[in-house]
């Protein structure tokens, strides 16, 4: 049987600019595409994409002010159960497609999460999207001193915290010194995978005298599941949210509830603002559309060689 091409578009999440940020694409099924529930297609195409992360949408419900999807995501090598940036790159689409609809929900492996539209350009959005935050553990597995060889000198770490992956075994925060130079660092993505299995968040807070906001840096390795360093990242700032909040060493400037001004500070850059509400984490970005196109189809056979 013939099947239909499948649309499919391309973003650049959580940038500034129109070539900043984390590329992602998304593909949208129609309902009952078998080839939606076929896991060796959904990898080959992500791996097609080669992006970090591929989302892949199913409309459930897409009739009212609120839409309704199943959204899973795949980097070149997994699906993965949680990613922020192309949850992102998804709200836009369930957006364009429903111009009038004021608020998404997203069917997935992390539980429902929503999305809703703060402003919107032919080109790009301001979306907010709602995470779960991760609870937080301290960091016994994680010494400061295992971290020698990665690149971090043991001796600038102020702050550390780990929490269960979604990438497989712990994530770990480790918080740097605000006087460390942290966009030059050279960190060794191979060797923190040793002492941290999950995502490594490096981070640091931002010096400032006045402002309401905390200000923060940081960057985000997942070695492990093919990603060296990650341009923004959605998800570690669902950690990184409730890190910050426990802190007691914010400045005094800094209002309650915590808001952060995030900034991913990768070779391609980006950020969010980020807080807590309701347990959760509130994560609001750009989105930038840069292409959009048909993905031919093969036979489903091809897929279960």
């Known amino acids: 049987m013939s099947l239909p091409p499948l649309p499919y578009w391309t ?12 590329q992602a694409a998304v593909v949208v099924f129609g ?12 990898r080959l195409v992500a791996r097609d994409f080669n992006y970090s992360e ?16 199943g959204l899973r995501w795949f980097t070149p090598e997994k699906e993965v159960e949680l990613c922020g940036h192309a949850t992102l790159a998804a709200a836009r689409v369930a957006f364009t497609l429903h111009p009038a609809a004021t608020r998404a929900e997203f069917a997935t492996l992390s539980g429902v999460l929503i999305a809703t ?11 907010a999207i709602s995470l779960p ?4 553990h301290d960091a016994p597995a994680v010494e400061a001193a295992a971290l020698a060889g990665t690149g971090i000198d043991p001796s600038t770490v102020v702050g550390l915290a780990t929490f269960a992956s979604t990438y497989g075994g ?3 925060i480790v918080e740097l010194a605000p006087e460390v130079e942290l966009a030059s660092l050279k960190i060794a993505a191979k060797a923190l995978a040793g002492p941290v299995p999950g995502l490594g968040i490096v981070t640091q807070q931002v010096p400032s005298e006045s402002g309401e906001r ?27 949210a409730p890190y910050y909040a426990s802190r007691a060493s914010l400045p005094s400037s800094v209002a309650t509830p915590l808001v952060i001004d995030a900034l991913q500070v990768s070779a391609r850059g980006g950020g969010m603002t980020v807080s807590l509400v309701d347990g959760r984490a509130r994560l609001v970005g750009r989105v930038w559309e840069t292409a959009r196109g048909t993905l031919s189809s093969f036979e489903l056979a091809e897929y279960t060689k």
Do not use: M
Request: glycine share 6%; net charge negative.
């Open 170 to 172: 712990f994530s770990a």
């Open 133 to 136: 935050a991760r609870a937080l």
């Open 214 to 240: 905390l200000r923060i840096n940081s960057r985000v390795f997942a070695y492990n599941v093919g990603i060296d360093e990650d341009p923004v990242t959605g998800a570690a700032h669902a950690a990184l």
């Open 117 to 127: 539209p703060e402003a919107a350009h032919a080109l790009y959005s301001d979306i």
């Open 54 to 69: 591929t989302a892949f949408l199913v409309p459930h419900d897409t009739d009212g002010d609120v839409v309704k999807y």
């Open 31 to 42: 309902v009952g595409d078998a080839r939606a529930a076929n896991a060796t297609y959904l």
């Open 11 to 22: 973003f650049n999440s959580f940038a500034p600019t129109p070539h900043a940020g984390n």
